[in-house]
């Protein structure tokens, strides 16, 4: 079993930034792929990036390319989002995810019924 928590949602102004975080435990967490992900009010969930094992490949949503950058601390069994001029669209529910058997790629185009373990995710509202 893994437990993965989120942290660092909050209430931002359009332009402004907001650093997320993911606490892995439970198994080797430089075993697992891990992402965000997003689901707005009436939306469905979304890929927003991922990142390999060790951190050296990463994907992202077109959506938040030069925007958001995700990076992970293998020591610290942790993964970050670093969002900056976030805009209101990006107002959602923010879910870690992690996947030991897929890779980062293929976890930013499957189904998120793929994955396997999800935090419980993490608000962040951007105001106009």
């Known amino acids: 079993q893994v437990q993965l928590v989120e942290s660092g949602g909050g209430l931002v102004q359009a332009g402004g930034s907001l650093r997320l975080s993911c606490a892995a435990s439970?198994?080797?967490?430089?075993?697992?792929?891990m992402g965000w992900f997003r689901q707005a009010p009436g939306k469905e969930r979304e890929f927003v990036t991922t990142?390999?094992?060790?951190?050296?490949?990463?994907y992202y949503a077109d959506s938040v390319k030069g925007r958001f950058t995700i990076s992970r601390d293998n020591a610290k069994n942790t993964v970050y989002l670093q969002m900056n001029s976030l805009k209101p669209e990006d107002t959602a529910v923010y879910y870690c995810?992690?996947?030991?058997?897929?890779?980062?790629?293929?976890?930013?185009?499957?189904?998120?019924?793929?994955?396997?373990?999800w935090g419980k995710g993490t608000l962040v509202t951007v105001s106009s």
């Open positions: 439970g198994r080797t967490f430089s075993s697992a792929a």
């Open positions: 995810a992690a996947s030991f058997r897929a890779t980062a790629q293929a976890m930013s185009v499957m189904s998120t019924l793929g994955m396997d373990y």
């Open positions: 990142i390999s094992r060790i951190g050296g490949t990463t």
